[in-house]
C-alpha cells in the first residue's frame, strides 16, 4: 500500500497524525531557517557558483522563486531576532508573518511586537502593522487592470542578483516561440515608443509594438555590447592608456574576453558548476593590480559583483575587503572614472596596505616592515601603496634566498607577484 494513501485511517487517527506531522514541520521550518541564514551569513553560495542566496536556493535547493524569497527573508530576520526560531518552531509565528514583520523590527520592539503577533493569521499581522504604522490612503480610482498570471522566464530574468521581491513584470510563456509581455510604462516611454513606431513606419508598416521593441532592443543591444564588451563592426587596436591607468582595459582585450566568457560570469565550482549570472558583470583581474596584475587577454575574466567580491576576498582577507567597503561607503561619491577608494587619507591607506599584505599571508611584522621601508616612495592610492610594498617584500625575499635563508619565509607560498616599479603601472 502507498504510504500516501490513507483511506483505511479512521478519522481519530487521521487527525492525530495530522497534528503531529505539523508540529514536525514547524521544527523542521525552524532548523531549515536557521540552516539558511548560516549558510547566508558565510556566503557559502559563492563557491557554489551561485551568485546570491536566492540563486541558491532555486538552482541548487531547487526552491520555488517566492518560497526562497519568503525563507530568506525570514532567515535573516531571524538572524538578526534568534527568538523568532522558537516562536516559529512551537507555532507562535510562521514564515509570511515573519517577513511581514521584518522591516518594522527593531532591538527596542522586537519582543513586544513579535508577541503582539503571536498565533495571528497572515491578515490579521497586516491589520497590526497597519493600526501600528499607518500608510497614507490610496487614491480613489484606478485604472482596473487584470491581474498578473505567470512567473518570470529564466530566459528574461535568470533569478534577481541580490535577493530582490520578484519583479512584477511579467513575461509570460503562452505557446512554442510566444510568450505574452505585460508591463506599466510612464508617458514618456509611451511618447518614445510612439516616435519610434512612427519613424519605423517605412521598414514596419503595421506600426506592430512587438516589432518595434525587437528594433529597438537590437539598437540598444548594439550600445550596450560596445560600452561593456568594447563590441565594434570596425575592430582597431585601441590606443593604450595602460600607461597611465592600469586598471583600464583597452577595447581589443574586452572583445577577445567577451568571446572567449559570452555574457555571463565565469567563475567556476571545485564541482565544476559555472555560474549563470549575467546581470551585474564586471572585469576581473585574475592577478589583481596591486600585485602587478595586467590587463591581458590570459589575466582578464567576465565575472559577477558577487563574484568579483568573493574571489578579492580570497586573495587580500575578508578584513581588508570590509574595510575598503566601509570607506568607500564613507566617500562621497566618485566621478565616473575615478576609485571611491581615492578618497582616502595616507593613514586610511597605509593602515588597509596593512590588511592587505595581511591578507595576503604576510605576517604582521613582514607587513610593516615593508610599508616602513616603502613609505618615502610615491604613492597616492592604495593599489600603488600595495604594489611597491609588494615589490619590496619580493626583494627582501631574494636576497634572503640568496642568503641561504630557509624557503619556508615564503608566507604560506603566496608570494608570487613579479616586481614592477616602483609607482609605475
Ligand atoms: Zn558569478
Redesign the pocket.
Known amino acids: 500500500m502507498s504510504a500516501y494513501s490513507l483511506t483505511h485511517l479512521s478519522d481519530q487517527t487521521l487527525l492525530a497524525d495530522l497534528a503531529v506531522l505539523v508540529t514536525a514541520d514547524r521544527h523542521t521550518t525552524a532548523a531549515l531557517l536557521a540552516h539558511i541564514a548560516e549558510v547566508d551569513a558565510r556566503a557559502l553560495y559563492l563557491p557554489a557558483?551561485?551568485?546570491s542566496m536566492h540563486v541558491y536556493c532555486m538552482r541548487v535547493l531547487h526552491l520555488a522563486e517566492d518560497a526562497a524569497f519568503k525563507r530568506i527573508r525570514a532567515a535573516r530576520a531571524a538572524r538578526r531576532f534568534p527568538q523568532i526560531f522558537g516562536a516559529i518552531a512551537d507555532g507562535r509565528l510562521h514564515s509570511s508573518g515573519v517577513v511581514l514583520l521584518a522591516p518594522h523590527l527593531t532591538d527596542d520592539n522586537a519582543d513586544e511586537l513579535l508577541a503582539a503577533a503571536g498565533h495571528k493569521s497572515k491578515a490579521e499581522i497586516e491589520v497590526l502593522l497597519a493600526q501600528r504604522w499607518p500608510r497614507p490612503d490610496l487614491p480613489t480610482q484606478l485604472e482596473p487592470r487584470p491581474a498578473l498570471t505567470g512567473s518570470p522566464l529564466p530566459e528574461v530574468a535568470p533569478g534577481p542578483p541580490r535577493d530582490a521581491p520578484p519583479s512584477t513584470t511579467r513575461a509570460t510563456p503562452l505557446a512554442p516561440q510566444r510568450f505574452a509581455l505585460q508591463l506599466t510604462i510612464d508617458q514618456s516611454t509611451q511618447e518614445k515608443l510612439m516616435r519610434a513606431q512612427a519613424l519605423l513606419r517605412h521598414r514596419v508598416p503595421s506600426g506592430e509594438l512587438a516589432q518595434v521593441l525587437d528594433h529597438a532592443l537590437d539598437a540598444l543591444l548594439t550600445t550596450l555590447a560596445r560600452e561593456k564588451f568594447g563590441a565594434t563592426a570596425r575592430p582597431r587596436t585601441a590606443q593604450s592608456r595602460a600607461g597611465t591607468d592600469p586598471r583600464h582595459v583597452p577595447s581589443d582585450v574586452k572583445r577577445a574576453v567577451h568571446a572567449r566568457d559570452g555574457e555571463q560570469?565565469a567563475?567556476v565550482s571545485e564541482e565544476g558548476e559555472r555560474?549563470l549570472?549575467r546581470g551585474f558583470l564586471e572585469l576581473d583581474h585574475r592577478t589583481p593590480v596591486a600585485r602587478g596584475g595586467q590587463a591581458t587577454i590570459d589575466n582578464t575574466r567576465v565575472?559577477?559583483k558577487?563574484?568579483n567580491r568573493y574571489e578579492a576576498e580570497r586573495i587580500f582577507g575578508a578584513a581588508f575587503m570590509q574595510s575598503r567597503r566601509t570607506r568607500a561607503r564613507k566617500a562621497p561619491k566618485a566621478q565616473p572614472g575615478t576609485a571611491p577608494a581615492g578618497a582616502a587619507t595616507p593613514a586610511e591607506i597605509e593602515s588597509d596596505a596593512l590588511l592587505g599584505l595581511r591578507g595576503l599571508g604576510f605576517t604582521d611584522a613582514e607587513a610593516r616592515t615593508a610599508l616602513a621601508r616603502s613609505a618615502h616612495l610615491p604613492s597616492t592610492t592604495l593599489e600603488q601603496r600595495l604594489r611597491i610594498s609588494l615589490a619590496e617584500l619580493h626583494r627582501a625575499h631574494a636576497n634572503r634566498c640568496s642568503e641561504g635563508a630557509p624557503a619556508s619565509w615564503q608566507p604560506g607560498g603566496r608570494l608570487f607577484i613579479a616586481p614592477t616599479a616602483p609607482g609605475g603601472p
Do not use: T
Request: contains cysteine.
Open positions: 557558483a551561485c551568485s560570469c567563475f555560474c549570472e565575472l559577477c558577487s563574484h
